[in-house]
């Protein structure tokens, strides 16, 4: 079936470093994909997505792109902050809104000042 | 408008109990997702409803638990007979027909002793 690899943790980096958290996918058809991220004592919001192969998503500095090829959905920043510290979802799902979306198992990441 | 909420947002069980867990989605929204995650995991899908019919139940881990959505709105995800395992934060989400995006609660902390 269906599945998400993606990156363990915790990942620690300091303030201002460069982010990449890499996720690969296993799936039949062409799912979306997406970033979600849950702060410290918050529900889970979704960062960023993407429904097509090449596709970019991107939110408050964040990106990552639809690699077909290689089945990927690497999420990088170019400069992390504090605040962006929290644990990071990659996921997939079908192409419509009755799809169950498939979740990693979570990158926890620090950010040091 | 009120995103996703949920109640109670702590819950705890002695083994052997049942409980009920609620879930009121953003008006509107037809599709509604339930969802476990244990600590330190990704959510895990759990069973699915377009408006009161209940489409896709096969998350579900034991015939212990027990969804509806009587009017197609508001859903309540019961458990009978709680056990350890199934301590987790149990997730609601919500989407529109019309975008491929859903929205997340805050969860119910569930612990059983």
């Not at chain 1, 290689?70 to 170019?78: N, Q, V």
């Amino acid at each position: 079936g269906d599945s998400v690899t993606q990156m363990e943790g915790p990942v620690t980096l300091s303030e201002e470093a460069f982010l990449t958290i890499n996720c690969t996918y296993t799936a039949t058809g062409y799912p979306s994909l997406f970033w979600y991220v849950q702060y410290p004592g918050e529900g889970l919001q979704l960062l960023l997505k993407a429904t097509k192969a090449d596709d970019k998503g991107s939110n408050k500095g964040f990106e990552a792109t639809y690699r077909k090829e290689t089945t990927s959905f690497h999420l990088e920043k170019g400069s992390v902050q504090v605040s962006d510290s929290a644990v990071y979802f990659c996921a997939l799902s079908g192409y419509s809104s009755a799809s169950k979306i498939i979740f990693g198992s979570g990158t926890r990441l620090s950010i040091r000042p | 408008g009120a995103g996703v909420s949920q109640s109670p947002r702590y819950k705890v069980a002695k083994r052997g109990q049942d409980v009920a867990l609620r879930c009121d989605p953003i008006s509107g929204h037809v599709s509604l997702f339930w969802y476990q995650q244990a600590l330190g995991q990704g959510p895990e899908f759990l069973t699915y409803f377009q408006n009161e019919a209940q489409l896709d139940k096969s998350g579900l881990p034991s015939d212990r638990f027990f969804a509806e959505r009587p009017e197609g709105s508001v859903s309540t995800l019961k458990i009978q007979r709680t056990q350890q395992e199934d301590s987790a934060v149990y997730l609601c989400a919500s989407s529109s027909t019309r975008v491929n995006e859903q929205f997340f609660g805050p969860g119910t902390r569930l612990t059983v002793l």
